[in-house]
């Protein structure tokens, strides 16, 4: 096909999903809302739930991938000299970023239990 073509049908097709997106989001959310409402709930007092550990976590992940960037920086510049390899980047960076998530969990989770070992708040799940 000629390229022309092609961008063309990719934007055509990408405003169409946009729109089916957009439609689709807003078909749920109004399905949810006569659930509510069949329940007897009312929808405008739908609670929203604060998450006080979202900030946490965020701000360690992006710490995670900022010193998974600085080590890979430096052990291109410092170890491998004349390696440059995209994939040691990608591969640090996720580590430092898993890492930063894993210790995430670990403050939650011994936020989330008492000293003794019960629980201070229940967790529905």
């Not at 946009?18 to 809302?33: A, D, M, P, T, W």
């Not at 970023?97 to 229940?122: M, Q, T, V």
Request: cysteine-free.
């Amino acid at each position: 096909m000629n390229k022309d073509v092609m961008v063309f049908v990719w934007l055509i097709l990408s405003i169409l999903g946009l729109f089916i997106l957009i439609f689709g989001v807003r078909y749920l959310i109004s399905r949810e809302n006569l659930a509510m409402l069949e329940k007897g709930m009312n929808p405008k007092d739908k609670v929203h739930r604060p998450a006080p550990y979202a900030n946490l976590k965020w701000g360690l992940l992006l710490f995670g991938a900022g010193a998974g960037l600085a080590i890979a920086y430096s052990i291109t510049q410092y170890i491998l000299h004349d390696y440059d390899s995209p994939a040691l980047w990608f591969a640090f960076v996720a580590m430092g970023g898993g890492a930063g998530l894993i210790y995430s969990y670990r403050i939650e989770k011994k936020e989330l239990l008492d000293p003794h070992g019960s629980e201070k708040f229940k967790v529905e799940g």
